[in-house]
């Protein structure tokens, strides 16, 4: 079974803090992605990885910056986390077959900022 | 901009019976339609997809009917269980999309036994 792990479950940050929440997985996937989930807003898509050191915005890319310097391994920077940061941050993977290959998520890490 | 727009937010059905989940596109160069669930303290997990070359797939108690002139998809969950209450999302994708995928806002499913 691919297994996608997120370093923590839970996070309490200040204001003005860089935080990283950390993503690994175990299937050799060449895809990574950085979900951001809110009540009535579903899943949006911050930044996405095809490979290691590449990186492309995703469809909420502000205040947020990602790293992939191994391929397992896929990080999510916030610079200077503010309370709208405040969320539910989810790890996924794939294999690049797309129609065939669904996303795998991680358990998310509940990030709070006060 | 909501490229998917999913309905109802919430849902209450009983045990035994049907759950019918609406999600609607605008973009016509989507071609991969797939479902997600989720369950509370877990990160969603493919249910079941569809491709527009078919108007309806059906895994077990579950199945997608796909309109495509009217740009529309469904979950429908048959003989609904306890054991199904969780968030459903829908989700569309296509070639120029890349392996990115735009999601509706998600739909929480509540059986009641």
């Known amino acids: 079974d691919v297994k996608v792990t997120q370093s923590s479950r839970y996070l309490v940050k200040r204001t003005g803090e860089k935080v990283f929440l950390e993503c690994v997985q175990d299937?050799?996937?060449?895809?990574m992605f950085w979900y951001r989930q809110d009540p009535g807003l579903g899943l949006r898509l911050i930044y996405f990885?095809?490979?290691?050191?590449?990186?492309e915005k995703g469809d909420i890319p502000e205040g947020y910056s990602v790293s992939r310097e191994k391929k397992e391994r896929f990080s999510l920077i916030l610079e200077s986390a503010s309370t709208n940061q405040t969320s539910m941050y989810l790890c996924?993977?794939?294999?690049?077959?797309?129609?065939?290959?669904?996303?795998?998520f991680g358990n998310g890490t509940r990030l709070t900022v006060t | 901009q909501q490229q998917v727009k999913q309905s109802p937010q919430s849902l209450i059905v009983q045990k035994g019976g049907i759950s019918i989940i609406n999600c609607a596109y605008e973009?016509?160069?989507?071609?991969?339609f797939p479902w997600y669930q989720q369950f509370p303290g877990k990160g969603p997990a493919l249910l079941i997809a569809?491709?527009?070359?078919?108007s309806e797939k059906k895994e077990g108690r579950f199945t997608i009917s796909f309109n495509k002139s009217a740009k529309q998809f469904s979950l429908h969950i048959m003989d609904s269980q306890p054991g199904d209450s969780a968030t459903y999302f829908c989700a569309a994708s296509g070639e120029e999309y890349g392996n990115k995928l735009v999601f509706g806002a998600g739909t929480i499913l509540r059986v009641k036994s």
């Open positions: 569809i491709r527009p070359d078919v």
């Open positions: 996924a993977s794939s294999s690049p077959d797309f129609y065939n290959s669904p996303l795998h």
């Open positions: 973009n016509t160069a989507f071609d991969y």
């Open positions: 990885s095809y490979d290691v050191k590449m990186k």
């Open positions: 299937m050799d996937h060449e895809n």
